[in-house]
Protein backbone atom coordinates (compact mmCIF):
# COMPACT_ATOMS: atom_id res chain seq x y z
CA UNK A 1 0.00 0.00 0.00
CA UNK A 2 1.33 3.97 -0.85
CA UNK A 3 -0.44 6.90 0.50
CA UNK A 4 0.42 9.97 -1.73
CA UNK A 5 -0.09 13.73 -0.87
CA UNK A 6 0.74 16.62 -3.07
CA UNK A 7 1.33 19.96 -1.88
CA UNK A 8 2.54 23.16 -4.03
CA UNK A 9 -0.92 24.35 -5.79
CA UNK A 10 -2.01 27.67 -5.80
CA UNK A 11 -2.55 31.17 -7.59
CA UNK A 12 0.24 32.61 -9.84
CA UNK A 13 0.18 34.96 -12.96
CA UNK A 14 1.02 33.85 -16.36
CA UNK A 15 4.31 33.19 -16.79
CA UNK A 16 4.82 32.33 -13.48
CA UNK A 17 6.43 29.81 -12.01
CA UNK A 18 5.12 26.92 -9.11
CA UNK A 19 6.64 23.69 -7.90
CA UNK A 20 4.60 20.69 -6.46
CA UNK A 21 5.58 18.22 -4.72
CA UNK A 22 4.37 15.07 -3.73
CA UNK A 23 5.52 12.60 -0.58
CA UNK A 24 4.81 8.56 -0.36
CA UNK A 25 4.88 6.77 2.34
CA UNK A 26 4.23 2.82 2.88
CA UNK A 27 6.55 1.43 0.42
CA UNK A 28 9.39 1.05 -1.14
CA UNK A 29 9.68 4.55 -3.20
CA UNK A 30 12.54 3.68 -5.52
CA UNK A 31 10.42 0.44 -6.95
CA UNK A 32 7.34 2.81 -8.23
CA UNK A 33 7.05 4.73 -11.21
CA UNK A 34 5.69 8.21 -10.55
CA UNK A 35 3.66 10.41 -12.92
CA UNK A 36 2.15 13.63 -13.06
CA UNK A 37 -1.90 14.16 -14.33
CA UNK A 38 -3.62 16.79 -14.30
CA UNK A 39 -7.71 17.51 -14.64
CA UNK A 40 -9.80 20.74 -15.68
CA UNK A 41 -13.22 20.92 -14.80
CA UNK A 42 -15.47 19.48 -17.43
CA UNK A 43 -12.35 17.22 -18.66
CA UNK A 44 -10.73 13.81 -18.68
CA UNK A 45 -7.69 13.17 -16.48
CA UNK A 46 -4.60 13.99 -18.52
CA UNK A 47 -1.21 12.88 -18.46
CA UNK A 48 1.59 15.98 -17.88
CA UNK A 49 4.55 14.15 -16.66
CA UNK A 50 6.09 10.87 -16.08
CA UNK A 51 9.71 9.54 -14.27
CA UNK A 52 11.26 6.00 -13.42
CA UNK A 53 12.35 4.40 -10.87
CA UNK A 54 15.26 5.88 -11.06
CA UNK A 55 14.99 8.56 -12.84
CA UNK A 56 16.79 7.83 -15.71
CA UNK A 57 13.51 7.87 -18.19
CA UNK A 58 11.28 10.89 -18.09
CA UNK A 59 8.35 11.77 -20.47
CA UNK A 60 6.11 15.09 -21.25
CA UNK A 61 2.99 15.57 -22.56
CA UNK A 62 3.59 18.13 -25.46
CA UNK A 63 2.01 20.81 -23.63
CA UNK A 64 4.46 21.11 -20.95
CA UNK A 65 7.75 20.38 -23.13
CA UNK A 66 10.32 23.00 -22.25
CA UNK A 67 8.50 24.10 -19.28
CA UNK A 68 8.18 21.74 -16.41
CA UNK A 69 10.43 19.57 -15.29
CA UNK A 70 9.52 16.12 -13.25
CA UNK A 71 12.16 14.92 -10.84
CA UNK A 72 12.30 12.78 -8.11
CA UNK A 73 14.39 12.23 -4.68
CA UNK A 74 14.37 8.91 -3.60
CA UNK A 75 15.60 9.15 -0.19
CA UNK A 76 13.25 11.93 0.36
CA UNK A 77 10.32 9.31 -1.34
CA UNK A 78 9.49 12.64 -2.68
CA UNK A 79 8.56 13.44 -6.31
CA UNK A 80 8.76 17.32 -8.11
CA UNK A 81 7.09 18.90 -10.79
CA UNK A 82 8.96 22.48 -11.37
CA UNK A 83 6.54 24.80 -13.74
CA UNK A 84 8.07 27.36 -15.23
CA UNK A 85 6.31 29.81 -18.01
CA UNK A 86 2.85 29.46 -16.48
CA UNK A 87 0.01 29.64 -18.29
CA UNK A 88 -4.10 29.87 -18.18
CA UNK A 89 -4.83 26.68 -20.06
CA UNK A 90 -2.53 24.80 -17.26
CA UNK A 91 -5.50 25.60 -14.64
CA UNK A 92 -6.16 22.19 -13.09
CA UNK A 93 -6.02 19.88 -10.48
CA UNK A 94 -3.08 18.04 -10.38
CA UNK A 95 -2.52 14.88 -9.16
CA UNK A 96 1.05 12.58 -8.50
CA UNK A 97 0.10 8.81 -9.15
CA UNK A 98 2.51 5.80 -9.02
CA UNK A 99 2.73 1.89 -9.36
CA UNK A 100 5.32 -0.45 -9.03
CA UNK A 101 7.70 -1.39 -12.29
CA UNK A 102 9.98 -4.20 -12.13
CA UNK A 103 11.90 -1.76 -15.11
CA UNK A 104 14.41 0.80 -14.33
CA UNK A 105 13.53 2.51 -17.79
CA UNK A 106 9.53 2.11 -17.26
CA UNK A 107 7.14 4.91 -17.41
CA UNK A 108 3.12 5.32 -18.62
CA UNK A 109 1.55 7.63 -19.91
CA UNK A 110 -1.32 5.94 -18.98
CA UNK A 111 -3.47 6.78 -16.49
CA UNK A 112 -4.93 2.99 -15.87
CA UNK A 113 -1.30 1.70 -15.22
CA UNK A 114 -0.97 4.32 -12.37
CA UNK A 115 -2.66 2.30 -9.16
CA UNK A 116 -2.13 4.99 -6.20
CA UNK A 117 -3.55 8.43 -5.98
CA UNK A 118 -3.27 11.08 -4.56
CA UNK A 119 -6.28 14.08 -3.06
CA UNK A 120 -4.61 16.32 -6.28
CA UNK A 121 -3.22 20.22 -5.52
CA UNK A 122 -5.30 23.09 -7.36
CA UNK A 123 -3.46 25.23 -9.56
CA UNK A 124 -4.81 28.56 -10.77
CA UNK A 125 -2.97 30.65 -13.54
CA UNK A 126 -4.19 34.13 -14.10
CA UNK A 127 -4.39 35.73 -17.76
Known amino acids: QVQLVESGGGLVQAGGSLRLSCAAS????????MGWFRQAPGKEREFVAA????????KYADSVKGRFTISRDNAQKTVYLQMNNLKPEDTAAYYC????????????????????WGQGTQVTVSS
Open 97 to 116: GTYWSGSYYETSMDPTAYDY
Open 51 to 58: ISRRGGSR
Open 26 to 33: GSIFSNYV
